[in-house]
């Protein structure tokens, strides 16, 4: 009995999941827009970080929810959650920068043009960026008994796309003393949300690796699609340039149309996970 009232809560969940986190970020992004005019925080620097500041964790929050709410089978346990979010925050502090800044010089690549720019998004930036988050995955949580379905592999990939995410975002506040509320929130939701959703998807096929013979293979093509979509995320950014201006409306509804696309694929295969689980654990109460 208590099995089919959590499989009925997963299902309940499975068809509310998603549009209330949406729901909240848009009230989020109205929120953002309103007190950017009704205060004056352009006068006032200090209120302006500390308010962008507030809003890119609140961005943060908004997704944390979304994609721990998918998994109702057997949620995962919450401070191993918080964990693996603060490591991934760790991760651009730690690992991803020094590399890129340190090693690759990444500052100096303006000067390649825009197809070497390109290979060297996919190649070095999104292979960098993805490695470091499987790898901390892999060797860590991936190793223990928590991890025990595949859609497990998406959780935990997601919210260290989360916690890396938020750390650049609150990297680009403070380096900019504050942004344009509406227009940073909107771009910190856009990034937040592509971070978890592009990591999310290598930890599909990390879960059925794990849990699947023969898939090994699949976890390399889903890696190889993931660091694609980092060079399709550069090629948007180019795209939105017009000679030597930037325009910045269009490079936010691209980028937010493209990261809700991974997103949907990526809660998309959550959902076929969980409800492959229902169905094998129904048909083993029968």
């Given amino acids: ?20 986190e949406i729901l909240a970020l848009f009230v989020l992004i109205l929120i953002a827009f309103a007190v950017n005019n009704l205060v004056n925080v352009k006068d006032n620097p200090s209120l302006r970080l500390f308010l962008s500041a507030a809003f890119a964790i609140s961005v943060s929050i908004v997704f944390l929810v979304l994609f721990y709410r998918q998994d109702m089978l057997e949620p995962e346990p919450k401070k191993l959650i918080a964990l693996m979010f603060l490591a991934g925050a760790a991760l651009p502090i730690l690992v991803v920068n020094p590399l890129l800044e340190g090693v690759f010089k990444i500052s100096t690549w303006s000067s390649y043009g825009s197809f070497m720019n390109l290979i060297g998004y996919i190649l070095v930036i999104g292979v960098i960026v993805e490695l470091s ?52 929130t909107i771009r910190m939701s856009t990034m937040t949300m592509l971070h978890a959703s592009i990591s999310g998807f290598i930890g599909f096929f990390l879960g059925r690796a794990k849990f699947k013979e023969g898939n090994k293979f699949g976890l390399s093509l889903g890696f190889l699609a993931a660091v694609i979509f980092w060079g399709i995320y550069h090629l948007i950014i180019d ?35 969980i409800k492959k689980e229902i169905k094998v654990s129904q048909g083993g109460d029968q």
């Fill in 239 to 273: 795209f939105s340039k017009s000679g030597l201006q930037f325009d910045v409306w269009k490079e936010l509804l691209m980028v937010a149309a493209f990261s809700f696309t991974i997103m949907t694929v990526t809660v998309g295969l959550m959902r076929y996970s």
């Fill in 1 to 20: 009995m208590g099995d089919d009232k959590v499989r009925d809560k997963a299902k309940l969940t499975l068809r509310t999941s998603g549009a209330y």
């Fill in 133 to 184: 988050k499987l790898l901390l995955v892999r060797y860590t949580i991936f190793l223990n008994k928590e991890f025990d379905e595949i859609v497990d592999g998406v959780v935990y990939m997601s919210v260290v796309g989360l916690g890396y995410a938020t750390a650049l975002n609150l990297k680009y506040v403070i380096s900019a003393q504050g942004t344009d509320l509406l227009i940073g």
